[in-house]
C-alpha cells in the first residue's frame, strides 16, 4: 500500500493535460476519495500502473517529474515534521530510512556507499521492494524526483550534487532531466540514488527542534508498527516465493518459519489477518502483475500465480474485480 498523499496534485495535473482523472481512478479501481484525503492507502501496484497509463495515455512522457513539482515533504505526515526537526542531514536521513513504511513499506530510502567507487561521495538511495510490487517508471521518477526537491528544501543548495541515477532508460529527453535535477544523469543504473559529496551529510538545519523530533518519532513509533518485525511479512514473502512453482500449505510455511501451524495461525490472527487470507492477496497481486505487464497466454498467469487451471484463475478474478482475467488485462492497459 502507498498512502493516498502520493496523489497529491493528480488530479489537476491530469486535468491540465486533457484528462479525466475519474477515468484513470475508475480504470484502476482506486476509490476517488484517494485524490483529497491523504491519509488513506491505496494498492501501490494500483497507484504505479495508473501512473505509467496517464504518462502513455496522455503522451506525457515527464508524467512522474511533473507530478514531484506538485508535493513536497508535507506528503509524508508527521514523518515529514520529523524530519524537518532534525539537527543534520545525517539525522534526518536516519529518521526517513527508520520511518519511511509509514508511507509506503514497499519504499525505502538509505545511505550507501558510492557505486562508482568515490570515497568522497555516498548514493542516497531510493528503492522500492520488487518483492511487494512491480517496477514503474514513472513512479520511480515521481519517488526520486519529490526526493531531491525535499533535499533541496531541507539543505538549501545541492551544490555537492555528482549526478542522478536512475535504473530505466529515458523516457524523456536527456536534456528534461539535467534540466530538473541541475546536475548530470546517469540511466540503466542498478538502483536510483542521489550521488552526493559526503561532507553533505555533516550539513546542519536551521530549523532543527529536539522537542518536536522527539514527539514526532515517539508519535511514529506508538502508532506504527514495522512491517518486517510482523509474521504476516514473513508468510506473505515466502508465499510470494513459492506460489507457482511448488504447492503451498501452512505446514510448509510454519516449517519454514520455524514454528507450528497452529503457532502461526494465532500469531496470523492477533496480527488481524490469516493464512488464507494471505493466500489469497497474493496470489491476487501475481495475477494482476502477470495480466498487466507481460503478454502470458492466461493458461500461464493461472499457472504462475498458483491456480490448478485457467477456469480457477477466472473464477478468483471474477470475486476480486468482478471482471474476467482478459477484461482487467484490456482495462488496465487501456485498450477497452
Not at 146 to 157: C, I, M
Not at 209 to 215: G, K, L, Q
Amino acid at each position: 500500500m502507498i498512502r493516498g498523499a502520493s496523489l497529491r496534485g493528480f488530479a489537476r495535473l491530469v486535468e491540465e493535460l486533457g484528462g479525466d482523472p475519474g477515468e484513470f481512478t475508475r480504470r484502476f479501481a482506486i476509490p476517488p476519495e484517494a485524490l483529497t484525503s491523504e491519509e488513506g492507502l491505496v494498492p501501490i501496484t494500483r497507484h504505479d500502473l495508473m501512473l505509467d497509463a496517464v504518462a502513455r495515455d496522455l503522451r506525457c512522457p515527464d508524467f512522474g517529474l511533473r507530478l514531484a513539482c506538485a508535493q513536497d515533504l508535507s506528503i509524508l505526515g508527521r514523518l515529514a515534521l520529523a524530519i524537518q526537526a532534525s539537527s543534520t542531514v545525517t539525522e534526518a536521513l536516519d529518521c526517513a530510512t527508520r520511518f519511511m513504511f509509514v508511507h509506503s513499506p514497499a519504499l525505502s530510502i538509505g545511505v550507501e556507499p558510492d557505486p562508482r567507487g568515490r570515497r568522497e561521495v555516498v548514493a542516497l538511495t531510493y528503492r522500492k521492494d520488487l518483492r511487494e510490487s512491480p517496477y514503474s517508471p514513472q513512479a520511480m521518477e515521481l519517488g526520486v524526483g519529490l526526493f531531491h526537491r525535499a533535499a533541496l528544501a531541507l539543505a538549501g543548495s545541492l551544490a555537492g550534487l555528482r549526478s542522478v541515477e536512475l535504473p530505466h532508460h529515458p523516457l524523456s529527453p536527456v536534456s528534461r532531466y539535467t534540466e530538473f535535477f541541475g546536475a548530470d544523469v546517469k540511466f540503466g543504473c542498478p538502483s536510483a540514488a542521489l550521488r552526493v559529496e559526503r561532507r553533505l551529510l555533516d550539513r546542519e538545519f536551521h530549523g532543527a527542534d529536539a522537542a518536536i523530533r522527539r514527539f514526532a518519532v515517539e508519535y511514529l513509533s506508538g502508532h506504527h508498527t514495522d512491517p518486517e518485525q510482523l509474521v504476516s511479512t514473513q508468510v506473505r514473502r515466502a508465499l510470494a516465493a513459492s506460489v507457482g512453482s511448488t504447492a503451498v500449505a501452512i505446514g510448509q510455511v510454519a516449517r519454514l518459519l520455524g514454528m507450528h501451524p497452529r503457532t502461526l495461525q494465532r500469531r496470523l490472527a492477533a496480527e488481524s489477518t490469516g493464512f488464507e487470507e494471505i493466500l489469497d492477496g497474493v496470489r491476487r497481486e501475481l495475477a494482476l502483475r502477470y495480466l498487466t505487464t507481460t503478454e502470458l497466454p492466461l493458461g500461464q498467469v493461472a499457472a504462475m500465480a498458483g491456480f490448478a487451471d485457467q477456469s480457477g484463475l477466472g473464477h478468483a478474478v471474477r470475486r476480486w474485480e468482478n471482471s474476467t482475467p482478459s477484461e482487467v488485462r484490456r482495462r488496465l492497459r487501456g485498450t477497452c
